[in-house]
């Protein structure tokens, strides 16, 4: 298997894991009921993130912990949340691409759930 290079390439992981995760039976309804999301936006959106993130990209101009924590407000998100968050990252990411953008996709999600669970959630 090829690294991750392109943005095409975050593209597919993005596209692959939001498929698991919206029907997810844990947090599958963080993104088809807690909050409508126009998936038309949501997913270039979290590619130009983790292209920033893997490649050095500078598209994203979000606000991704200010959303979040809009989100838990609506439905907390606890430990298992980001969890099961985390398996489904991870095994998307291993199932497209080997090599060392791919092993820290999977080490920045790590420390990004990390924040983010502490910051939105209190580390519930």
Do not use: C
Not at 3 to 26: H, S, W
Not at 31 to 38: D, L
Not at 63 to 68: L, Q
Not at 107 to 117: K, V
Request: positive net charge.
């Amino acid at each position: 298997m090829k690294d991750i290079t392109t943005k095409e390439d975050i593209a597919l992981i993005v596209r692959a894991f939001y498929k698991k995760a919206t029907i997810d039976p844990l947090i599958g309804h963080f993104f088809t009921t807690v909050k409508e999301i126009n998936w038309n936006e949501h997913i270039p959106l979290i590619t130009s993130f983790w292209e920033n993130i893997l490649l050095g990209g500078t598209d994203y101009k979000g606000g991704a912990m200010f959303k979040h924590i809009q989100l838990n407000r609506l439905s907390p998100m606890e430990r298992g949340h980001f969890e099961r968050w985390l398996a489904l990252w991870g095994q998307t990411v291993k199932e497209l691409y080997a090599g060392p953008t791919a092993d820290e996709a999977i080490r920045r999600a790590d420390s990004i759930a990390g924040i983010m669970q502490f910051k939105v959630s209190g580390g519930r």
